[in-house]
């Protein structure tokens, strides 16, 4: 079992910058394929960023050249540093982790093993 814990959210205005945090517990995710997914009010929950066990990651297109995903294995812990922010990046921002969702098409399915709670994240203009 893994638990998933977001933070790191918050308000901020369009152009601005926040990074977002998901601290795993309960099991090493080290050996986990990792990414971010977020859901807007009315809207359907849709993925942001993924990372694989080693490093390389994949963008959703709307965030391509903004937002870096990244993990820190020794501990435990995966981000979303988020650049440019614009109006629209506003949503409610969920973490997910998997042992075998680890390629790019794994953004477009809600079948991760664990999910977090959740950060919102609401930009301004």
């Known amino acids: 079992q893994v638990q998933l814990v977001e933070s790191g959210g918050g308000s901020v205005q369009a152009g601005g910058s926040l990074r977002l945090s998901c601290a795993a517990s309960g099991s090493t995710v080290s050996t986990y394929c990792m990414a971010w997914f977020r859901q807007a009010p009315g809207k359907e929950r849709e993925g942001v960023a993924i990372?694989?066990?080693?490093?390389?990651?994949s963008y959703t297109d709307s965030v391509q050249g903004r937002f870096t995903i990244s993990r820190d294995n020794s501990k435990n812990t995966l981000y979303l540093q988020m650049n440019s922010l614009k109006p629209e990046d506003t949503a409610m921002y969920y973490c997910?982790?998997?042992?075998?969702?680890?390629?790019?098409?794994?953004?477009?399915?809600?079948?991760?093993?664990?999910w977090g709670q959740g950060t919102q994240v609401t930009v301004s203009s």
């Open positions: 990372i694989d066990r080693v490093g390389p990651t």
């Open positions: 997910a982790a998997d042992k075998f969702l680890c390629s790019s098409w794994a953004l477009n399915t809600r079948a991760w093993n664990y």
